[in-house]
C-alpha cells in the first residue's frame, strides 16, 4: 500500500512539474528583452513552485544549517555536491541571481533549453575540455563581476549516495583567478529524489552551506582541495537518512 501511495504522490508530482514548465518556459522567452535579473526571476519561479509542490504533495521538505554564511552583499562561487534534480530546484531558492555552468546541448531543447539560455547561463562544450574550462574563467569572471553567483557541479554528473566522483578543477581555477570564494555545499538529496529514479520519499534533506573558503593566495588545487574535503566529510555525517 505504501508503495502505492508514494507512486502515487510522485506522479502526481511529476505531472504539476511538467505541466508547469511550458507556461515558465514560455514566459521567459517573453521576457528576452528584459534585463537579465528580471529573466532569471521568473525563471526561478517555477523552481520556488516545484520546491513548494514537493514538500506539499510528497511530503518532501529541507532544512539548511549555515544560512549565515550567505552574504547578502558578496556573491561567489558555489561548489555543490550533485545527486539528483532536487538541488537544481533548491539552490534557486536558496540564494539569488545565479549562472549555471551548463553542457550547451540544453540549449537546443525547444521551449524549455530556450527559456534556459534566455537566463544567461554558462554554456560548455564538455567533449572540448581546454574549450570548456575557458568558457568557465572567461564567462565565470564576467558575471562574477556582475553580482551573480556561479553554480557548479565540481563532480560534473549525479552521483548516487555513497559515491564520490573526481573532483574537477573549474572552481578552484575560478576562485584564483577572479578573487571571489568559493562557497561548497553538501546534501543528501539522492536519498529521497535518487538519481535517475521517479519515486520521491518522503522526509527532510538535509542542506549545509560551509563557510565560504577565502582565495587568500592559494593555489587553484589548494582551494579545490579545501572545497572537496568540506562537502565529502559533511557528506559522510549525512548520508544514510532513510533505507
Known sequence: MRKINLFLRSSLFFACMSLSTIPFSAL???????PQPTRYKVASGWAILNIWLLDK????SHQIEGLENVSTDKNG????????????L???????????VLKRELFRIPIYGW???????????????RAALKAIIQQGIEKLKQGRWIIIFPEGTRMAPGERGNYGGS???LAHKSGYAITPIAHNAGEFWRRRGFIKYPGVIQVRIGPPIQVKGDKASELNARAEEWIESNMAEINNQIG
Open 115 to 129: 527559456a534556459l539560455a534566455a537566463t544567461d547561463p554558462i554554456g560548455i562544450n564538455r567533449q572540448d575540455k
Open 171 to 173: 572552481g578552484g581555477l
Open 77 to 88: 562561487i558555489i561548489l555543490c555536491k550533485h545527486q539528483s534534480a532536487w538541488e537544481t
Open 28 to 34: 521567459v522567452i517573453l521576457c528576452w528583452p528584459l
Open 57 to 60: 504533495i510528497c511530503g518532501l
Open 90 to 100: 533548491a539552490l534557486q531558492t536558496i540564494f539569488p541571481n545565479q549562472a549555471w
